[in-house]
């Protein structure tokens, strides 16, 4: 049985540190590995996904790489800002056709 | 991308009535899925919401507590029934294009049942 875990489950920086956010998985027969965003009293927002075939994936200041062999992503912030406070999600997938296991999130806190 | 209309974004029902919640997809979209998310837990996948034939239901969620619908490839509603305290929760629906590709959530509806 597939089990998402992200560590540290809540994280303080101040402002314009970059960070790193850890997810592992149990079963590293994945299809892909996607990171979320969560606001507060809304839903989630998709950041990346990466393929399986993939190592990593960028988009402005977040980097996701992926490790399948070690059962690891991490989600890496550059230049940290306030507006980067949320609650950030990783999620896998088995297969095409298989559900997304959903880890219980880091709740990020960017002090200014 | 796609972007999802989610309502009511939050309520506050009795114990024993039933809710239900909406969620419109401004685009047609194959998949679309519905979550529960209780406080400090990760999301769980309810079931999945085909159009034109039953929903596929996860272990340890049945059709009678939960009754969804998908009367087109841009809509789908999920009922939750005779309610308790322990349904009190947040509510996601989402939809991707194809099975596990992106995935898009609803604003999600926050529940509380007095």
């Known amino acids: 049985k597939q089990e998402v875990t992200q560590i540290p489950a809540a994280l303080s920086v101040p402002e314009g540190e970059n960070l790193v956010l850890n997810c592992s998985f149990t079963?590293?027969?994945?299809?892909?590995l996607q990171w979320f965003r969560q606001d507060p009293g809304k839903g989630l927002t998709s950041l990346l996904l990466?393929?399986?075939?993939?190592r990593e994936q960028t988009s402005g200041r977040l980097n996701a790489s992926l490790d399948k062999s070690s059962g690891r992503s991490t989600l890496y912030i550059a230049a940290s800002q306030p507006g980067d406070s949320a609650t950030y999600l990783c999620?896998?997938?088995?297969?095409?056709?298989?559900?997304?296991?959903f880890g219980k999130g880091t709740r990020l806190h960017i002090l200014p | 991308s796609a972007v999802i209309s989610q309502k009511p974004s939050r309520d506050i029902c009795q114990r024993g009535t039933s809710l239900t919640i909406q969620c419109q997809v401004d685009?047609?979209?194959?998949?679309m899925f519905w979550y529960r998310q209780q406080p400090g837990q990760s999301l769980t996948l309810i079931a999945t919401?085909?159009?034109?034939?039953?929903?596929?239901?996860e272990s340890g969620f049945v059709i009678d507590k939960f009754p969804i619908s998908r009367p087109n490839l841009t809509f789908s509603t999920l009922t939750v029934s005779n309610m308790s305290p322990e349904d009190s929760s947040i509510y996601l629906c989402?939809?991707?294009?194809?099975?596990?590709?992106?995935?898009?959530f609803g604003s999600g509806t926050q529940l509380s049942v007095l």
């Open positions: 999620a896998v997938s088995r297969n095409r056709d298989d559900k997304i296991i």
């Open positions: 990466i393929q399986s075939s993939q």
């Open positions: 919401a085909n159009q034109g034939s039953e929903a596929t239901y």
């Open positions: 685009s047609q979209v194959t998949m």
């Open positions: 079963d590293s027969a994945i299809y892909n």
């Open positions: 989402s939809a991707a294009g194809t099975v596990n590709e992106k995935l898009f």
